[in-house]
């Protein structure tokens, strides 16, 4: 991890630009104005002069003018580019200076509901030395304010610049079923999302909380009970179907199988005119991960349909992983029979989880934790 000088204040933001020399080389111009704060080496961990009362530090992503990366960037980023606006909106660090005299620095995570390791680092390393960047077991990120030994939550955030905005628009059908791309267009919105965390630097050189604290937000995933009701005693039948021919196949149960059946599903579905879809890249328990939810429940109400074969092998196949992740010693206690029964448990619950999804029975909703 290499070191960064503590900027601590507005002043000691400026003073860092203003005495730090651009790089310039046969990549860079001097135009670009590329200003590392610690080692040169890492020149993408830099300071981003916005404004006379407003310096950004970035560690490159798709805020920073020079050091960023994506299809969108090499398609359709010279149409929008990044304007001093967006920098000073959704950088890692903004330091501003304000009319009245007081000084903030601004901190935000990544965007998008993922890892963003980089960003972490450089938060690290790079925030004022009483603010402190720490993460939990659980994949959450905060702020440590050590003078007023207030720990505050980090939230993942959305606000995107232009370029990215229009680069999801113009290919929002082409990939409309992408897991990936979903992902990535969820996690972009225009304007600000609010969920910086702002600290105003006192003349003491105390942080103190701009506002309310961050909400910490939880995904959480609700079945339709009414919903799946209906389909109760298809989805036992096919649970029960799928334990039984279970035994019989676990030998075949490979990537060969799941290539063949995809195969032969598609073509199947092309003579009926079906819209299966190919859930390519996933295990072969997802073989319908991207198929309308409305398709695999006519499959499941109907032992005849066309392409209950298929289903019965995303189901067959959903049971060999949990098969292949029971692990019979982690329960030492247990006798033969109730090992048996804990593993039909698991196993069942993997299943449930399976055909909650590919039917649609299931919603993702945010909410905020209850302490």
């Known amino acids: 991890m290499t070191y960064i000088e503590k900027i601590n204040c507005f002043a000691d933001a400026e003073a860092r630009y203003n005495n730090t020399k651009p790089v310039v080389s046969k990549r860079h111009t001097l135009e670009q104005d590329v200003r590392p704060i610690g080692a040169r080496t890492r020149k993408w961990e830099r300071i981003i002069k916005v404004s006379d009362t407003c310096y950004a530090l970035s560690c490159g992503g798709r805020v920073d003018p020079v050091f960023t990366w994506g299809a969108a960037d090499l398609q ?99 990939y409309k079923n992408a897991y990936w791309f979903d992902n990535q267009r969820r996690a972009a919105t225009p304007g600000y999302d609010g969920l910086s965390v702002v600290f105003e630097r006192g003349q003491d050189g105390i942080f103190t909380l701009v506002g309310k604290p961050q909400n910490i937000v939880v995904e959480r995933i609700r079945v339709n009970k009414s919903e799946k009701c209906e389909y109760k005693d298809a989805i036992n039948q096919l649970f029960d179907d799928a334990m039984a021919l279970y035994p019989l196949m676990k030998d075949n149960v490979d990537w060969q199988l799941r290539s063949d059946t995809v195969k032969q599903a598609t073509s199947i579905a092309k003579d009926h005119k079906i819209k299966f879809t190919d859930d390519r890249g996933y295990s072969s328990c997802s073989i319908f991960g991207r198929t309308e939810p409305t398709i695999v429940r006519a499959i499941l109400s109907d032992p005849d349909h066309p392409l209950r074969h298929t289903l019965n092998i995303a189901a067959i196949s959903t049971i060999d992983g949990s098969y292949l992740n029971f692990w019979p010693k982690a329960y030492p206690d247990l006798d033969e029979d109730a090992l048996d029964r804990k593993r039909r448990a698991l196993i069942r619950s993997a299943f449930v989880r399976w055909i909650n999804t590919v039917c649609g029975f299931t919603v993702t909703i945010m909410e905020e934790k209850k302490a």
């Open 76 to 174: 359709i980023r010279a149409q929008y580019p990044i304007t001093p606006d967006e920098i000073a909106l959704m950088s890692p660090i903004v330091w501003r200076k304000h009319p009245d005299g007081t000084e903030t620095v601004s901190v935000r995570n990544g965007a998008g509901n993922w890892n963003h390791n980089n960003i972490y680092s450089f938060l690290a390393r790079a925030l004022p030395r009483d603010i402190l960047f720490q993460k939990d077991s659980k994949g959450k990120q905060f702020l440590y304010n050590r003078a007023r030994g207030q720990t505050l939550f980090l939230p993942k955030n959305t606000s995107a610049p232009a370029y990215l905005l229009a680069f999801h628009k113009q290919n929002a059908n082409k």
